[in-house]
Every structure is written in structure tokens, then in C-alpha cells.
């Protein structure tokens, strides 16, 4: 097990939540968020438009970051941090930061993608797990168990609630299938920067943590473990594995606060329509 500290290269870590350096946003700015999130759809729906077993991770990198371009936009991983690729193409056991790779897709992998976008001065974020051909049934479980998880965090998105509140929707919902949260990696704030406080953990106390106020845009991403929680760095120094080789799940929305229902600001529609064209695939409920 390594320090939580080493995480500082793979974009996130765990610090104590504060107040300090939050910034809440504007109408108008929420929609450049928005639209920066929906190019992140659009990547994604590429990237799953071609998806199938044989074809290297490296190719959908290639893809999304034509796309991108192709928008008048600007690939918001590619160099965050030295980090060296479009996407983070997770495979399996990877939970997060996978680097896009000759690996080629087999029948039965699961494929966490991970992908960021900047347009107009602000970033877009959001990540999902795809399912290459016939996935083990207890796989798609677990991706469909975190991504209702993530559907219950967001509810608890909304004026006068805590942090806390959407953490511990994420926690319960998944715990009682007995799958593990991973505790090192977290949910973010999202504006100019890639990665803005306040923080978002999948797992804590409700009623705890920072209150939640209007223009608050974070995103919400549970990572979900099959089995332990515990997790570890791999050789390349970037890609995230589970401790005991089991498969993990990831899926993300970026989402702005409001009072009564949180409004989701990036966007599944586009990927799912490209998944029911592409028979390589199987989507999640």
C-alpha cells in the first residue's frame, strides 16, 4: 500500500476539505461548462463508435483527440501533470489513469474511459465503463451497481446539503452488494481549472463537509472495487490497479448544484446511442 501522497501525479489527493479557494459559478459560466462537458460526450460516442475486440487502446486516444480538436477544443489530460495522452484508458483491475497503450481490447475486458475538455476557458469531465462483447455476468454487477451510485450521489447534490451527504449515498448504495470504495482517489470541483476544491471522496458522514451552495460545479465520480479497496500504483507510474488483481468500475458526471434537483451538465446520450449501433458492445442499466 502505498501513501496517499504518491497520488499527487495521478491528479488527485486526499486533503482535509476546506471552505478556502471555492468558486462558485455564474449562470454564464456554467453553460461554458456545459458545452465543454458535451464535447467530452461527443469524444466518448467516438471512441465508442469504433470500440471492439483487436483494437489497441491507443487508437481510441487517437480518436477522441481528433474529435476534440475537430471542435475547437483542446485535450484538458493531455500534459496535466506531464500526464501524456487524451484519454485515461482503464482496463479491468485498472481503476483510473491508464495509459492508452498497443494493448488490444479482448472479448470480455471491461474499459474505464476517462476523458477531459477545455473550450472557452473552462473544463468539461466525465468517464464511463464500457463492456467489450460477453462481460461475466458478476462484471456487469458490479458496472451497473456503480453507476446507479453515482445516479444517487447526485441526488443529494442540492442547496443545504454537505459533501458528506453525497459520499455516503456512494458508500451505502455499493457496500451492501459488498463491493469496496476506493479511498485514495476522489470527485472534484471543476471550472478553469481541471481540478478545483472542493474535493468529493465516495465514502463518508452525512451531514459532514463542506455545505452545498448554489453555482457549486463538481464532478461526481464513484471507483468501485469488485473486491478489497485497497489499490496500487503500477510500473508505469501513472495507471491505478486494484491490490488483488479484481475488476473496478468507474463512472463520472460533472454537475452543478442548484436548489432543488442538481443539474447534470455533461452527458451519457451521445455514447449510449453509439453503443446500441456498435454490436461489440453491451451497455449498462
Known amino acids: 500500500m502505498f501513501d496517499s501522497t504518491e497520488l499527487t501525479t495521478c491528479f488527485r489527493k486526499i486533503h482535509t476539505l476546506s471552505t478556502k479557494n471555492i468558486y462558485y ?3 454564464d459560466e ?4 456545459r458545452h465543454s462537458c458535451h464535447l ?7 471512441v465508442a463508435a469504433i470500440m471492439r475486440p483487436g483494437l489497441q487502446t491507443q487508437r481510441l486516444d487517437e480518436i477522441a483527440e481528433q474529435c476534440i480538436r475537430d471542435n475547437n477544443a483542446v485535450p ?20 483510473v489513469h491508464g495509459l492508452p497503450s498497443t494493448y488490444e481490447l479482448r472479448e470480455g475486458d471491461v474499459v474505464s474511459v476517462d476523458c477531459g475538455v477545455i473550450a472557452n476557458g473552462f473544463y468539461g469531465d466525465s468517464a ?22 453515482l445516479y444517487k450521489a447526485i441526488e443529494k447534490a442540492i ?9 455516503f449515498a456512494v458508500q451505502q448504495y455499493v457496500e451492501q452488494y459488498r463491493y469496496s470504495v476506493v479511498r485514495e482517489l476522489v470527485g472534484h470541483g471543476v471550472g478553469r481549472s481541471l481540478h ?3 474535493q468529493v471522496p465516495n465514502y463518508g458522514q452525512r451531514g459532514k463537509g463542506v455545505k452545498l451552495l448554489d453555482g457549486l460545479v463538481i464532478a461526481i465520480e464513484p471507483m468501485i472495487n469488485m473486491g478489497r479497496k485497497e489499490v496500487k500504483k503500477a510500473a508505469d507510474d501513472w495507471t491505478i490497479v486494484t491490490a488483488d488483481g479484481k475488476p473496478s468500475a468507474h463512472f463520472e458526471h460533472t454537475i452543478v448544484v442548484r436548489k432543488q434537483k442538481a443539474d447534470i451538465l ?7 446511442e453509439a453503443i446500441k449501433n456498435n454490436p461489440e458492445l453491451i451497455d449498462i442499466p
Do not use: M, W
Not at 455533461?266 to 449510449?272: H, I, V
Open 266 to 272: 455533461s452527458t451519457f446520450e451521445y455514447l449510449q
Open 76 to 95: 484538458g489530460f493531455k500534459g496535466y501533470d506531464g500526464f501524456p495522452a487524451t484519454l485515461c484508458i482503464s482496463v479491468n483491475e485498472q481503476v
Open 30 to 33: 456554467v453553460e461554458l461548462i
Open 128 to 149: 464511463y465503463t464500457y463492456c467489450i462483447g460477453e462481460v461475466k455476468e458478476e462484471t456487469r454487477k458490479l458496472l451497473s451497481v456503480t453507476k446507479k451510485s
Open 25 to 27: 459559478k455564474t449562470d
Open 40 to 46: 467530452v460526450g461527443k469524444a466518448h460516442a467516438a
Open 159 to 167: 442547496v443545504g446539503n454537505r459533501i458528506g451527504d453525497i459520499s
Open 196 to 198: 478545483e476544491e472542493p
